[in-house]
């Protein structure tokens, strides 16, 4: 676009202007380095434009604001911010289309508080969009042609469009590149968080265990997390937990809460005594209104009993020799929410049963109607796996959930203690 001022004639440059532009798009095209890239360029754009100074505007990601990114001439402005629709650099951005100003004096959108501010004497502006696709990033600023007359013409609208389009082209490209090299780092990032994640899960040991654990993420990282530790006096400690919210936060909280239970479950000897140390530890630390909710508890395999205490989990569920169900809810809030506060502690002879933990995400997902699993439906998942050995449950109800079309958003996490062999 050319103010009513605007005038002149195309004259012919094609060589020249041929020549300036391969090196200028090679340059571009092989370096992704694009801040350098502008730096070499702004000063050729000056130099063959014949201008007094130039500069290069980007546009926020959120659009809020124009940037000055690189400049030459008499005045350095980078850094300047302008609003997206201020001053004729703001008209080329919001129209996404080229602008000659021959006398900035009779345009009223020029923004004379620039020149204010940095002593500069602006009198003609030419402005291209950098545009790609369609999507503009900002502009190419060339100030007071260094002619008898001052002024740009059509020739140099043009020129400057192309070399504005070859710009964009390099600044949208460096832009995607720096997208995967950021997507590589979170993904290998997430992948270590992972790895550490699973070191901080129980190994199955060769010699039969009574209790068994699995552990089904919904992402990279998990916020539910299972444990399981032989004691020196024969009695063996689990939990099964799960932190509110979901990826890297509850993955932190996630491993810190684990290792808390698992250092301190080796002096502890009641489960509701080690719940309220490690609930007041979170308390005095945790940030962010996060939670976990836990079942641990202690096997004794000289008496046959589990003392076991839950806080602000889902009801575990006690399965009897005869397949009859008992839920064991919860009498406490989950951990990290009220400071010093008690657990209770429920004693339970197994005496043939057994005792079924698991997340949410099991008993929350979903058949392809969108009818939830819910308890009833985990209650019918055991009892078609309860007459495998313990150690293949686990596997089967997840194989069993897989084939019923069952999809969840949120981590599954199963766990069983059983003395059956």
Known sequence: MIDDDAAGLLDARPDRAAVFLAKLTHEFASSLHIDETLRHAIDRFMAYLNAEAASIFLLE????????????????????????????????????????????????SFAAMVDADTGF?????????????????????????????????????????????????????????????????????????????????????????????????????????????????????????????????????MAKTTSLLRCLAKQAHDPGLLLARVNDELCETSSMGMFVTIIAGYFDPASGCVEMANAGHQPALLRRAAGVYAELAAEAPPLGVLAGIEFPVSRLPLDGAAIYLYTDGLSESADDSGAALETAGVVQMIESSAGLPPAERLTSIVENWRQGGFTTHDDITLMLVDLAR
């Open 121 to 253: 004497a602006t009198r003609s502006i030419l402005c291209a969009p950098l545009s790609v696709r369609g999507q503009c990033l900002g502009a190419l600023e060339l100030l007071n042609k260094r002619t008898a007359d001052g002024l740009f013409d059509l020739n140099d609208m043009q020129l400057a469009t192309t070399v504005a389009s070859a710009a964009a082209l390099a600044i949208h490209n460096a832009r995607m590149a720096l997208e995967l090299v950021e997507q590589e780092r979170v993904r290998k990032e997430l992948e270590l968080a992972r790895q550490i994640q699973e070191s901080l899960l129980p190994v199955a040991g060769a010699a039969p265990s009574p209790v068994h654990g699995l552990n089904l993420p919904a992402r990279e990282v998990s916020g539910d997390f299972y444990d399981y530790l032989h004691l020196g006096d024969g009695r063996v400690y689990f939990s099964l937990a799960d932190v509110s919210g979901k990826g890297m936060n509850a993955a932190l909280l």
């Open 61 to 108: 990601e959120d659009g809020q604001a124009l940037v000055c990114r690189e400049c030459a001439g008499p005045v350095d402005i980078r850094g300047l911010r302008l609003a997206p629709d201020q001053g004729i650099v703001g008209q080329t951005v919001q129209h996404n289309e080229p602008k000659i100003v021959r006398d900035v004096s009779k345009n009223p």
